[in-house]
T-cell receptor, first 117, second 109 residues
């Protein structure tokens, strides 16, 4: 199993450009999410999905779009890149929760290091 | 704003000393998870606590969940250089995972 695969690993963009960060998992996980990690800020949730066809906003969704057409893929789109979006982006997945209060562990990809000039 | 706060942000210890990081939430959490991220790596799941007052141990690591389910702690006894990294807590009010700001641990040999 490859687990959670993110591409690309590194990317440099110019302000105003658009791009898509790819995320794929081969574990048949229903729950997928995107985070950005900035120094001193921890991991902040951008968007998440509880299953194919269902997405929802996290803490910091502005400037990003997502879609979930299949269980395996959860791409993150930057519509018009801004320097404030320079960050490390992580995709994560997990099984849905089977019961009250218990959540399955999240499995993270290796991250995409994105710089916007 | 940030719903889960962690302190301290940074901690430097001599190898063999103990280390503790604290996680505090503004809301009651249904559970708390702890992750470790090595420098340059991605977060890796360590453990989950669900019950009020729960205590779990993994070798030198002790995890606690507060009685009110609003705070948690991770204690490492006799740190080793392999403990270096950033430790995150993550709480789930609802469907969202809120990660804490993290505590970066440096162990001086």
């Amino acid at each position: 199993n490859a687990g959670v695969t993110q591409t690309p690993k590194f990317q440099v963009l110019k302000t105003g450009q658009s791009m898509t960060l790819q995320c794929a998992q081969d574990m048949n996980h229903e729950y997928m999410s995107w985070y950005r990690q900035d120094p001193g800020m921890g991991l902040r949730l951008i968007h998440y999905s509880v299953g194919a066809g269902i997405t929802d906003q996290g803490e910091v969704p502005n400037g990003y779009n997502v879609s979930r057409s299949t269980t395996e893929d959860f791409p993150l789109r930057l519509l018009s890149a801004a320097p404030s979006q320079t960050s490390v982006y992580f995709c994560a997945s997990s099984y849905s929760s089977p019961g009250q209060g218990y959540r399955q562990p999240q499995h993270f990809g290796d991250g995409t290091r994105l710089s916007i000039l | 704003g940030q719903q889960v706060m962690q302190i301290p942000q940074y901690q430097h210890v001599q190898e063999g000393e103990d280390f503790t990081t604290y996680c505090n939430s503004s809301t009651t959490l249904s559970n708390i998870q702890w992750y470790k991220q090595r420098p340059g790596g991605h977060p890796v799941f360590l453990i989950q606590l669900v019950k009020s007052g729960e205590v779990k141990k993994q070798k030198r690591l002790t995890f606690q969940f507060g009685e009110a389910k609003k705070n948690s702690s991770l204690h490492i006894t006799a740190t080793q250089t392999t403990d270096v990294g950033t430790y995150f807590c993550a709480g789930t009010p609802g469907n969202q995972f809120y990660f804490g700001t993290g505590t970066s641990l440096t162990v001086i040999p």
